[in-house]
């Protein structure tokens, strides 16, 4: 079995972020960028599940400039074999359709039954792209894994919901995103990220996938962004020191607050 | 285009309140987008209090019961907004934010080739189109956003919007849920319920967090005790879930949940970025920390330099005593 792992290259989100004010989009080429942290969880589930001998190629699947192939090497680091990578100027702008679109595509290629994603990407933070590539490719999509289990045709996964954990099972192929429970993603060794520039790293452009404009991109987009506004930073309120009445002090101010 | 359409979830009997919030705020919009404001209860053994939301404002209220809508899984859900969405042309359809809520977006979004705004924090009328502002970037941005094209949809962040009464009633429409194979294909084999009286993070008003400076995992009783006698969620910091001292699902930050509730008193954390990008939108902070250069005090509004040992287990005893 094949497991395709969507990964992302976000921008250092505690870092200033610079937002290009014609075009609202985020300058992607200043500062740290880096693989999404939620995705390592990902990352480390398929190479596992490739250990164990339940898979036999993990690959990295990615929409993003031409320059992430850096960020995304970690995850070749970690033991993935190979990444394809989706990078087209007609793709800027993408919204999650467009994203999913682009990403359902190179994973089909990939003849991948297993699809794993992180649960949000630390810059979007919305957490609705395995859903929505579930859709899009119709496979089976289950949400914020703790665990997950292979046999043979089906997988079983603990998630998590709102109102707890649930054990649920579902039929191959299957898309599923995994939460930072479900395992502690290893650093990669001096000789894995040795390794892993030799790995294949595959360009590819819309047209390689079969899609044009209109699919994805801004011009394929079913949302846009009409402004953007820096509202004024937290600044220090008031600070006090504890005599005594430091649990006074605070609930005075709840009280003035009506916040109890 | 014929009006708004909010989902309401159901959670044992109870309206989550993101979704009265939601239904709330669309009350508002009515009169720019267009009405009628209808919500929809889809469920399994749902009780009948599917009218209530009238007097949120829903003018009227489909409700859809069947096993599989009481799974906590999403995919019979889009069936049934899907069909109804077929049948009505809604120009806006509204979900608050909970984990069920932001799969059903997302795949109906999918479904019917649709623009999603998830994580929106306000919502106004742009002459009749809809505009979300949603937080970007740790809260250092706040982006507006509108749709090309219909149904708009929109995920709404808990705590955005006060749920208020207008005491309208609604009429109570049944349907029957047509659900596909395909998303009767995962399936729940086993349920294991959070403990009772736990409040989940991001829909909580008040969140207690604590951090490293509780110095060991009982510990956390402290800011439990506080936290329960406020009603509140409890955090914690990525150094206390990485000692193992509380679970992952609880972690608030860059790496854990972004949280925006009405009120957030820090405990032993010392407020570093990762933190605070996932905190600074709270209404109020608040920061009880014994070192008096620890970064919180940069951006808490009210911040109390002391032992928390000391401060927490009296701030508890008085908020007792105030309730009883
Ligand atoms: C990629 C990345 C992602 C990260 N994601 C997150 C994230 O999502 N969430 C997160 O929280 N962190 C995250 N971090 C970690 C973050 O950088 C900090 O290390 C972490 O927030 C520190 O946790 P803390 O405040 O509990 O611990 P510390 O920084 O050790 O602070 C403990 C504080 O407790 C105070 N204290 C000690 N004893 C007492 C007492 N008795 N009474 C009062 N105060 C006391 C101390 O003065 C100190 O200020 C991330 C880091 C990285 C690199
Ligand atoms: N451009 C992208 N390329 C590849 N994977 C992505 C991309 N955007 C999001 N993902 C995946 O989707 C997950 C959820 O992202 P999001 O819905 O943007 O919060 C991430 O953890 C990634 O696994």
Redesign the interface.
Known sequence: MKIAVCVKEVPDTTAEKRIDPSTFRLVRDEGDRMLNEFDKYAVEEAVRLKEAGTADEVILVSLGPEKAVESLRQGLAMGADRLVLVSDAAAAGSDYLGTARALAKAIEETGAELVLLGSESTDARSGVLAATLGEVSGRTWVTSANSLAVNGGSITVERQSDDGIDTVEAPLPAVVSVTKAINEPRYPSLKGIMGAKKKPQDVKSLGDIGLGAGDVGEAGAKTKVVGIETPPARTAGQVVKDEGNGAQVIFDYLVEKKLI | MAGILVVAEN??GNFRRVSLETLSKARELKDSLGGPLTALVAGSGISGNAGDLGAYGAEKVFVADNEALG?????PH?DVIAKLQGENDFSAILVGG???G??I???L???L???????SIDLSA?GSAL?ARRP??????????????GPQIA?VRPNSFAASESGGSAEVVTVTPEISD?AL??????????EAGKI?LEEAS?IVSGGRGLGAPENFATVEALASA?GAAVGASRAAVDAGWY???N?VG???K?VSP??Y?ACGISGA??HK?GM?TSD???A?NKD?DAPI???????????LF???P??T???KS?QG
Do not use: C, M, Y
Not at chain 2, 71 to 75: D, I, Q, R, S, V
Not at chain 2, 113 to 119: I, R, T
């Open positions: 959670s044992g799974t906590g899984l999403a995919a889009v909970t984990a069920l932001r799969d977006a997302a795949a979004a999918a479904r080739g649709a623009g999603l705004n998830s994580d742009n505009r970007a970037f740790g809260g250092q941005n706040l982006v507006d956003a509108e749709w090309n094209g995920l395909a294909a995962a399936k729940v084999t086993a349920r294991k319920p959070a989940g008040i406020l679970p992952h699902p972690q860059q790496t854990g972004t009405n009120l008193i970025v990762q990008v600074q109020v902070i608040i009880i008096e005090f940069q951006f808490a509004d009210l911040g109390v330099v002391g032992d000391d401060i927490v009296k701030l005893d008085l908020v105030r």
